[in-house]
């Protein structure tokens, strides 16, 4: 009993470690409902990054003629409309994902590739992970402008 | 509970607070000195050094980027020799950087690195480095991390003395080590008396651009100059070079130059220089000499070729120079934080002398010239020092400052670091070194700010430091504590090259502004090819012009005919990823240059002069992706003659 005693509040003080903040548990409890990969059902839809949910309006044909210029430059290395290159084809991905998961996608790869179960499991299919390149969010808005289009 | 758990109970509480405070501990760096060298260097896995160093390369000709305190090694910057690894020198858009007024020199000695300074403090923009045997003097842009310029210095031999920068970076200074005759003429060596000449060479620095232009060269007479030291403070305006050999002798100098008693630190008053210039008292001269510097928007080399130089003379220029003698065959000239004292190392001298600057004003203002060389006055000793600092050990070289007071000095002859205090002029500790000392480094020990917790030895011999790996061994460097009383070793580490100076400066004045990738949309070289769709070939005359894209995990185009033998190939490759560390290599077969490592947004160019009818290979040398293996492509080269038309896929 005693000895039980002990090793408990070894435990407790390594627990306590230096007097850092929240331990795993309380912070789990704070946080709502997450996916067996630690995404809330926000994450899962709308991707991982810096947009959060986003509503298109109607079409906008000068933004994506701009969208179809950056995805030139900088897309078009890797990605075809109809067929799988390097990524896979992009013909009607607008109706597939949504907006923010798109533009998440393109802004913030690294962690989308890292963390998003279904981006992961891309990975997987293709090899090459999603690459940023170094696209603003303007420019990425644009993007998603011109594959509306496809 | 009874007595005997209670006690347990004690001893396991005691062990657990006692595990809680070592876990604490970790946490902290230890403090230095306590006796934990392992720690104190110890830079977790993913945390950053403190400090970067950079040493210079001496006969690799380049510059080694290291992190302090854990004396890793991070980079080797190309800068006066050739670099297969990532094609400096070889490629069409750098080999420019080695031009010079003898041709392309693919080779020199680098020996002083210094970094830029802002108010006296380093500022981390630049870092400027000599080449010794062809002159020269490179800038390199901490941005990036490579060589953005290199100037050749005219009427020099041998550019030991430079390239040390003024208090704003409003020069670097350099100055010949070997007088040689100037303008460079046919003579016997034995007229050397008449006929030979150094210079101090003033070099401009643009403060926005940092763009490097010879202000004006002073000529001054035929001894061996060999280091070199910017005022601050009170002496700002004025810069200090060491010489030897003021015997002027031509032969067997390790006799013949060694037997005045005391040499000359020459002091230049470049504030005064300039209100010469201003009136017209420099002379056009000769002094041909190459300005290369990189265009970043091309990614390109620009050769500049000047024909002259503007000399002032000292005996048109009153007041412009004064010699201190200093025994005996000084090294360095060290300038204190404070600006006040100027340290002389004297290698042969029993003594370090240190003079004072204000001490040295009141002399001239007092007229206490003793003589004069050249027609260059010489101040009297007595009327300038300050103080000399004795026992000092055998081969005193170099002098640095920790900002507290206290100069470390490095003896080469006797293996050491002394430490000792300023203005007492007393000695307080001393350690050795392993082995043969030759310069020392503390981050900032040079400028008005001297970050004074660590000091670098740089030793000229190993021996049976390291593991042996044959004749030919590392130089061994050594990480010293300077942070309590007494000096420390810490750590050892090799160096590449031969390190006969370093810099270092936090962090965290470079780490936060570097370069990650290029962007595409500001690529302006001329053969880019900023999506796939430019991606072709094109044929002029037997020229044939590749414009080439990569990405992961594929080359556009990747097959190509249509090539002769004969023809001269220019493989333009741009990287088109924007990602940062992913460049892509660029090797084809039969190339007898190297290879190309392009950086994201970048553009290089190889140039390939096929030999043999075949079809040849190419592929990524940079391990990119899962695929890099695939990233591969294939030239097919004809016959002279051949009616193949150029194609690609």
Same mark, same amino acid.
């Given at each position: 009993m005693i000895k039980k005693t002990g090793m408990i509040l070894i435990a407790a003080l390594i627990l306590m470690n230096c007097g850092g903040g929240d331990t795993e548990a309380t912070k789990e409890a704070a946080a709502p409902k997450l996916s !067996?990969?630690?995404?809330?059902q926000e994450q899962l839809k709308?991707?991982?990054? !810096?947009?959060?949910v986003l509503t298109l309006g109607p079409q906008d044909e000068v933004l994506a003629a701009k969208g179809a210029e950056v995805f030139e430059l900088k897309c078009v290395a890797c990605h075809k409309i109809n067929e799988r290159l390097?990524? !896979? !084809?992009?013909?009607?991905i607008t109706t597939k994902r949504s907006p923010a998961f798109i533009m998440n996608m393109i802004l913030n790869p690294d962690e989308m590739v890292k963390k998003h179960p279904e981006v992961k499991a891309m990975l997987a299919e293709f090899y090459v992970p999603m690459t940023?390149?170094?696209?603003t969010e303007d420019d990425a808005r644009a993007i998603l402008e011109y594959l509306r289009t496809l | 509970m009874n007595k005997t758990m209670m006690r347990v109970v004690g001893v396991i509480l005691v062990i657990a607070t006692f595990l809680l405070i070592s876990e604490c501990a970790k946490k902290e760096k230890p403090i230095?000195? %306590?006796?934990d060298a392992a720690s104190a260097v110890y830079v977790a896995p993913g945390d950053y050094d403190e400090f970067y160093a950079f040493t210079s390369g001496?006969?690799?000709g380049q510059l080694g980027v290291y992190g302090l305190?854990?004396?890793?090694?991070?980079k080797e910057i190309p800068v006066f020799s050739l670099d297969p690894e990532n094609g400096y020198g070889f490629n069409e858009e750098t080999?420019?950087?080695?031009?010079t007024s003898f041709g392309h020199i693919p080779w020199d000695d680098s020996h002083h690195p210094e970094l830029s300074q802002t108010e006296g403090v380093t500022d981390g923009r630049w870092i400027f480095i000599n080449g010794n045997n062809t002159p020269r003097i490179a800038r390199i842009d901490l941005?990036?991390?490579?060589?953005?310029e290199i100037i050749e210095i005219p009427?020099?031999?041998?550019?030991?003395? %430079?390239?040390f920068t003024t208090q704003n970076t409003e020069y670097v200074v350099a100055s010949t080590r070997f007088s040689v005759p100037i303008p460079q003429a046919d003579v016997p060596i034995d007229t050397y008396k008449e006929n030979f000449n150094g210079t101090l060479s003033f070099i401009k620095v643009n =403060? #926005?651009?940092g763009h490097m232009n010879i202000e004006f060269q002073i000529l001054v007479p035929g001894f061996d100059y060999d280091l070199a030291s910017g005022g601050k403070? =009170?002496?700002?305006g004025w810069a200090f070079f060491t010489s030897y050999n003021t015997e002027q002798a031509?032969?067997?100098?390790?006799?013949?130059? %060694?037997?005045?008693?005391k040499d000359f630190i020459a002091a230049v008053n470049w504030k005064l220089a300039e209100k010469y210039l201003a009136e017209g008292k420099g002379k056009t001269r000769p002094g041909e000499h190459y300005v290369n510097r990189m265009n970043h928007k091309t990614h390109s080399a620009e050769s500049t070729l000047n024909k002259t130089v503007t000399v002032l003379d000292p005996a048109d220029c009153p007041g412009l120079i004064y010699y201190l003698p200093t025994?005996?065959? /000084?090294?360095g000239v060290d300038v204190d934080p404070t600006g006040e004292y100027i340290v002389g190392g004297?290698?042969?001298?029993?003594v370090l002398s240190v003079h004072s600057f204000s001490k040295m004003i009141k002399a001239i203002e007092d007229n206490k010239v003793i003589g004069e060389a050249g027609g260059i006055p010489i101040l009297d000793y007595d009327a300038t020092i300050a103080g000399e600092v004795t026992n000092?050990?055998?081969? /005193?070289l170099h002098t640095e400052f920790d900002g507290k007071g206290y100069a470390y000095t490095s003896a080469f002859i006797t293996s050491e670091v002394v430490k000792w205090k300023l203005?007492?002029?007393?000695?307080?500790d001393r350690i050795p070194s +392993? +082995?043969?000392?030759?310069h020392l480094m503390i981050?900032?020990?040079?400028?008005?700010? =001297?970050?004074?917790?660590y000091l670098v030895a740089l030793n000229k011999m190993t021996k #049976?430091?390291?593991?042996?790996?044959?004749?030919e061994l590392a130089h061994a460097a050594q990480l010293i504590d300077i942070s309590g009383e007494k000096m420390k070793l810490l750590l050892d580490f090799p160096t590449v090259g031969e390190p006969h100076y370093a810099q270092g400066i936090p962090a965290d004045l470079v780490h936060p502004n570097t370069t990650k990738i290029y962007e595409l949309e500001h690529n302006?070289?001329?053969?880019?090819?900023?999506s796939e769709k430019e991606a072709r070939v094109e044929r002029k005359g037997n020229e044939v012009h590749v414009y080439m894209t990569t990405i992961r995990t594929h080359f556009k185009p990747d097959n190509i005919e249509?090539?002769?033998?004969?023809d001269v190939v220019?493989?333009?490759?741009?990287?088109?990823e924007q990602d940062w560390d992913i460049p892509h290599g660029f090797a084809i077969q039969g190339a007898r240059n190297s290879e190309l490592l392009v950086m994201p947004g970048a553009t290089n160019t190889l140039r390939w002069e096929p030999k043999k009818v075949g079809v040849f290979p190419f592929y990524c040398?940079?391990?990119?992706?899962?695929?890099h293996q695939e990233m591969q492509g294939y030239v097919r080269v004809s016959p002279?003659?051949?009616?193949?038309p150029i194609s690609f896929n």
């Amino acid at each position: 009993m005693i000895k039980k005693t002990g090793m408990i509040l070894i435990a407790a003080l390594i627990l306590m470690n230096c007097g850092g903040g929240d331990t795993e548990a309380t912070k789990e409890a704070a946080a709502p409902k997450l996916s !067996p990969d630690g995404l809330t059902q926000e994450q899962l839809k709308h991707g991982i990054g !810096p947009i959060g949910v986003l509503t298109l309006g109607p079409q906008d044909e000068v933004l994506a003629a701009k969208g179809a210029e950056v995805f030139e430059l900088k897309c078009v290395a890797c990605h075809k409309i109809n067929e799988r290159l390097v990524g !896979p !084809p992009l013909a009607g991905i607008t109706t597939k994902r949504s907006p923010a998961f798109i533009m998440n996608m393109i802004l913030n790869p690294d962690e989308m590739v890292k963390k998003h179960p279904e981006v992961k499991a891309m990975l997987a299919e293709f090899y090459v992970p999603m690459t940023f390149q170094n696209v603003t969010e303007d420019d990425a808005r644009a993007i998603l402008e011109y594959l509306r289009t496809l | 509970m009874n007595k005997t758990m209670m006690r347990v109970v004690g001893v396991i509480l005691v062990i657990a607070t006692f595990l809680l405070i070592s876990e604490c501990a970790k946490k902290e760096k230890p403090i230095l000195g %306590s006796g934990d060298a392992a720690s104190a260097v110890y830079v977790a896995p993913g945390d950053y050094d403190e400090f970067y160093a950079f040493t210079s390369g001496g006969f690799s000709g380049q510059l080694g980027v290291y992190g302090l305190p854990s004396g890793r090694l991070f980079k080797e910057i190309p800068v006066f020799s050739l670099d297969p690894e990532n094609g400096y020198g070889f490629n069409e858009e750098t080999k420019d950087m080695l031009k010079t007024s003898f041709g392309h020199i693919p080779w020199d000695d680098s020996h002083h690195p210094e970094l830029s300074q802002t108010e006296g403090v380093t500022d981390g923009r630049w870092i400027f480095i000599n080449g010794n045997n062809t002159p020269r003097i490179a800038r390199i842009d901490l941005k990036n991390f490579e060589t953005a310029e290199i100037i050749e210095i005219p009427n020099s031999g041998g550019n030991h003395g %430079s390239p040390f920068t003024t208090q704003n970076t409003e020069y670097v200074v350099a100055s010949t080590r070997f007088s040689v005759p100037i303008p460079q003429a046919d003579v016997p060596i034995d007229t050397y008396k008449e006929n030979f000449n150094g210079t101090l060479s003033f070099i401009k620095v643009n =403060p #926005d651009d940092g763009h490097m232009n010879i202000e004006f060269q002073i000529l001054v007479p035929g001894f061996d100059y060999d280091l070199a030291s910017g005022g601050k403070g =009170p002496s700002h305006g004025w810069a200090f070079f060491t010489s030897y050999n003021t015997e002027q002798a031509n032969t067997l100098l390790e006799v013949n130059a %060694s037997k005045n008693d005391k040499d000359f630190i020459a002091a230049v008053n470049w504030k005064l220089a300039e209100k010469y210039l201003a009136e017209g008292k420099g002379k056009t001269r000769p002094g041909e000499h190459y300005v290369n510097r990189m265009n970043h928007k091309t990614h390109s080399a620009e050769s500049t070729l000047n024909k002259t130089v503007t000399v002032l003379d000292p005996a048109d220029c009153p007041g412009l120079i004064y010699y201190l003698p200093t025994p005996k065959s /000084p090294h360095g000239v060290d300038v204190d934080p404070t600006g006040e004292y100027i340290v002389g190392g004297g290698k042969l001298a029993a003594v370090l002398s240190v003079h004072s600057f204000s001490k040295m004003i009141k002399a001239i203002e007092d007229n206490k010239v003793i003589g004069e060389a050249g027609g260059i006055p010489i101040l009297d000793y007595d009327a300038t020092i300050a103080g000399e600092v004795t026992n000092v050990g055998l081969g /005193p070289l170099h002098t640095e400052f920790d900002g507290k007071g206290y100069a470390y000095t490095s003896a080469f002859i006797t293996s050491e670091v002394v430490k000792w205090k300023l203005g007492t002029w007393e000695i307080v500790d001393r350690i050795p070194s +392993y +082995y043969s000392i030759g310069h020392l480094m503390i981050p900032g020990g040079g400028s008005m700010k =001297p970050w004074g917790k660590y000091l670098v030895a740089l030793n000229k011999m190993t021996k #049976d430091r390291y593991l042996s790996t044959g004749p030919e061994l590392a130089h061994a460097a050594q990480l010293i504590d300077i942070s309590g009383e007494k000096m420390k070793l810490l750590l050892d580490f090799p160096t590449v090259g031969e390190p006969h100076y370093a810099q270092g400066i936090p962090a965290d004045l470079v780490h936060p502004n570097t370069t990650k990738i290029y962007e595409l949309e500001h690529n302006e070289h001329p053969y880019r090819a900023l999506s796939e769709k430019e991606a072709r070939v094109e044929r002029k005359g037997n020229e044939v012009h590749v414009y080439m894209t990569t990405i992961r995990t594929h080359f556009k185009p990747d097959n190509i005919e249509g090539v002769k033998v004969g023809d001269v190939v220019y493989f333009h490759v741009t990287n088109l990823e924007q990602d940062w560390d992913i460049p892509h290599g660029f090797a084809i077969q039969g190339a007898r240059n190297s290879e190309l490592l392009v950086m994201p947004g970048a553009t290089n160019t190889l140039r390939w002069e096929p030999k043999k009818v075949g079809v040849f290979p190419f592929y990524c040398t940079d391990f990119c992706s899962a695929l890099h293996q695939e990233m591969q492509g294939y030239v097919r080269v004809s016959p002279k003659g051949s009616k193949v038309p150029i194609s690609f896929n």
